[in-house]
């Protein structure tokens, strides 16, 4: 058979609520802690009627009492048995109130008795408070928190007018004709709040996520063209060393076919003037034995042909002289290292890394840096219309009921994106218009001015912003008030005044310092770029004329 299971809360004293101690039992059967009978029942000495703490059953005279042997030794053993180690509170868990010695985890807080109960205590309680209506809450380290310092009373009203929680005594105290409201209601109230702060942030999370997409690709594309980079300037300079190479070999072969043409020819002198010396020294030394001859008629005879010099080389005829000299070549050379110098000076590779000027090519090069903006509606002018969610931009010389803001353009049709361009970054719009309309494309610092009628406030006539200017006569790029014409035109004319739309794409390469202009249609064509030195993060912005529209694509 099974070995039944005893629990330690069948042993505890329902007055102090622990395990028995000293156990007495009296005559209905209930057992306590003889202390605890015993301090109980001195204070009901004055009625001569003394009852169970448990079922109020009433005894006169007063019991003796005596203490439970075999109870004694039940808890003595119960004492010596180990509760698991969850039981316990641990560090962050809410401790039991009621728990003595080493406390027990909390597993509900009661907001009427303000103490928090393990789940012995839990039972405990709910049977002495059966009949009462205690609220319970999880177990919570808070209640202090939740109880007013004034009144010691629980905080469960709401004053919107001092934007506090209150008990019920304040309600009627220093709080009395304010609006005040249940904290169950200030909850569903903040909660739809919760809901639409949560809708928030998942919109931000998203959008963030996107740009943290957007940034990897970036990174991937940076990464792809500095290797594309490098092995274009490894190529290069490998064939540069080369031509450097041959140009060193060209050259020694040059002295050295030099020399070999010079020493060839002093070796040739050389030889002769050798053989000219050997000549001389035997005609001097048959000259020296001819001044000791006796013999007259021999002297005689032998001088006119001993005395007859050998035929003389030209020593004055330098084999050296066309070709002594390398100058020539050490020339070259030097005037070849000073060029290369000069022009890896003019060329020098700068912070900026030159690879970043390598721009796509097709249409869906493009399309990988696009990235869709969000007009911003607090600098949007009030003649412009704004439609399709947004998206279409169209003046109509009409005030619009925008509210006032600081942002907005107060003067010029204008109106600026959410967002600033990241990196290398792509966007299409369509644009239409009459004879008289225009529109311009922009990019714009966001520090650009907003207010008034000055140069300062318009896309292209300060040091701010650039603008393609697009109108039925042609295209024009505007930057610091500089205007220049572009030999590109837009328009096909037809009948009339009508003009067709027209896609424009803008790429932008922000550390590259480009903005380029296309052309969209089957194929892209290139309008106009841009080089220059961005120092501040870049806005699209547009400005309408009346009777023209921008859509974003």
């Known amino acids: 058979m099974a070995e039944a299971r005893i629990s330690q809360d069948e042993f505890q004293c329902s007055v102090c609520l622990d395990l028995l101690k000293d156990p007495v039992t009296i005559p209905c059967g209930h057992s306590y802690c003889k202390i605890c009978i015993t301090g109980r029942w001195n204070q009901e000495d004055e009625k001569r009627v003394y009852s169970c703490p448990q079922c109020r059953q009433t005894f006169r005279p007063r019991p003796a009492l005596a203490k439970n042997t075999m109870l004694a030794e039940v808890v003595e053993k119960l004492k010596k048995t180990k509760l698991p180690a969850d039981c316990y509170a641990g560090a962050g868990d809410v401790q039991c109130d009621v728990c003595n010695g080493r406390k027990r985890k909390a597993v509900k807080s009661c907001l009427g008795c303000l103490n928090s109960y393990c789940q012995s205590h839990l039972e405990q309680h709910e049977s002495f408070f059966k009949r009462k209506r205690h609220s319970l809450t999880d177990a919570t380290g808070r209640l202090q928190e939740m109880i007013c310092q004034t009144h010691d009373k629980l905080l469960e009203v709401f004053c919107c007018t001092d934007q506090k929680f209150i008990c019920l005594l304040c309600m009627m105290d220093e709080h009395k004709n304010h609006n005040t409201e249940s904290a169950a209601v200030q909850r569903t109230e903040k909660q739809k709040q919760l809901k639409k702060t949560q ?38 300079f490998t064939e540069l060393i080369r031509s ?5 070999s060209e050259a020694t072969q040059r002295i050295r076919d030099q020399e070999k043409t010079a020493v060839s020819r002093a070796e040739g002198r050389l030889e002769r003037l050798e053989q000219e010396i050997n000549d001389l020294r035997r005609r001097d030394a048959e000259l020296e034995q001819l001044s000791h001859t006796q013999d007259h008629i021999h002297f005689l005879q032998s001088f006119q042909s001993l005395s007859a010099p050998p035929e003389s080389t030209d020593v004055n005829d330098n084999p050296f002289s066309p070709l002594s000299s390398f100058d020539g070549v050490r020339e070259s050379v030097r005037q070849l290292r000073e060029k290369l110098e000069a022009f890896c000076k003019e060329k020098k590779i700068s912070d900026r890394a030159t690879f970043t000027n390598i721009v796509p090519r097709t249409r869906n090069d493009f399309l990988q840096y696009s990235h869709q903006f969000i007009l911003d509606l607090n600098t949007v002018n009030k003649r412009l219309r704004l439609t399709e969610k947004n998206r279409v931009i169209t003046n109509i010389n009409t005030v619009q009921p925008y509210s006032g803001h600081p942002d907005r353009f107060d003067h ?14 792509y966007w299409e719009i369509e644009w239409s218009g009459d004879v008289l309309g225009a529109v311009y494309i922009s990019v714009s610092y ?9 140069d300062e406030c318009v896309f292209g006539y300060n040091d701010q912003s650039w603008s393609l200017i697009c109108a039925y006569s042609g295209y024009s790029i ?64 547009f400005r309408v004329y009346i009777g023209s529209s921008v859509k974003l694509c």
Do not use: W
């Open 244 to 248: 450097i190479e041959r140009s060193r």
């Open 412 to 425: 010029y049709e204008q109106v600026l994106c959410t967002e600033s361009v990241c990196g290398r970054c």
């Open 478 to 541: 505007i930057h610091n008030n500089i205007e220049t014409e572009l030999p590109v035109k837009p328009i096909s004319r037809r009948t009339g005044v009508c003009v067709d739309h027209r896609r424009i794409g803008v790429y932008v390469d922000h550390s590259a310092g480009t903005l380029s202009f296309y052309s969209v249609s089957d194929t892209m064509s290139l309008i106009h770029t841009v080089q220059t030195t961005f120092t501040q993060p870049l806005y699209p912005g």
């Open 199 to 236: 809708r928030s942030f998942q919109q931000r999370i998203q959008q963030r996520e996107k740009d943290l997409q957007r940034l990897r690709e970036a990174v991937a594309s940076h990464k792809r063209s500095a290797q594309t980079a490098v092995e274009d300037s490894e190529r290069i």
């Open 446 to 454: 966001k520090s650009i001015s907003r207010k008034g009628s000055g």
